[in-house]
């Protein structure tokens, strides 16, 4: 019988990292939601698709899938490998204004979902214990200061060699990804009534990767 893990918070939180690494540490199929809609989202920019309209007319015409290659999750648009393009600064906004459409969640929900039912998952994203999985096993929501969030994202974006925006750039945008995805009409980010809350404020990558393990086992275990 497959176990399911919901994690959810706001951008820059470092839901996909420890969620990966949770994965790994528990033998579980990692999903990263948000990797859909930005493929969506990149797919969107391509096209020129601004308006809802155009958006919606437009997934009839998108393939997007997951696929493990080697242990590692891969996202495909139209069978294209756009792993390595999906986390630009543009495609970051775009996909938060993406993911507001209706169409769009619905277009991604039974993938979403079957993944869970045939696998164990740990799946991140915005409205995971809220909407996509609210039978998951364990509910964590993973949270940290705007000001952290937006430090990580920068430092993570040198690594990359990301260039154009400056630490306050990053800080703004984390603020305004946060009032866009918080004050959604449709699925908005918050804390599932079950979720356990856990804010890595001060916690580097290593303690939050361990408590996360020791919340999970935990749970799983009752």
Same mark, same amino acid.
């Given at each position: ?43 969107? !920019? ?12 437009? !997934? @009839? ?40 459409? @209706? ?51 920068? !430092? ?67």
């Amino acid at each position: 019988m497959s176990k399911n893990i919901a994690i959810d918070g706001p951008s820059g939180a470092g839901k996909s990292t420890l969620a990966r690494r949770l994965a790994a540490k528990l033998g579980f199929i990692y999903v990263d939601t948000g990797a859909l809609y930005r493929a969506i989202a990149l797919s969107m !920019l391509r096209r020129n698709a601004e308006t809802e309209e155009q958006i919606i007319g437009s !997934l @009839p015409e998108l393939d997007v899938t997951l696929q493990y290659i080697d242990g590692e999750q891969h996202v495909f648009a139209n069978g294209e490998d756009v792993s390595g393009l999906i986390r630009t600064p543009e495609v970051t906004m775009k996909a938060s204004r993406v993911s507001a459409i @209706p169409e769009v969640r619905k277009y991604l929900f039974d993938l979403q979902q079957n993944l869970a039912r045939e696998n164990s998952v740990v799946m991140d994203g915005r409205d995971i214990g809220t909407v996509v999985l609210p039978n998951a096993d364990v509910k964590i929501f993973l949270t940290a200061s705007p000001e952290k969030r937006a430090m990580r994202r920068w !430092l993570e974006m040198q690594e990359k060699n990301i260039v154009g925006q400056t630490y306050e750039e990053v800080l703004a945008d984390v603020i305004r990804r946060d009032e866009q995805d918080m004050n959604r009409e449709i699925a908005p980010l918050k804390q599932a009534d079950d979720a356990i809350l856990v804010d890595t404020s001060d916690l580097n990558l290593e303690e939050s990767e361990k408590l996360l393990l020791k919340v999970c086992k935990e749970n799983l275990e009752k």
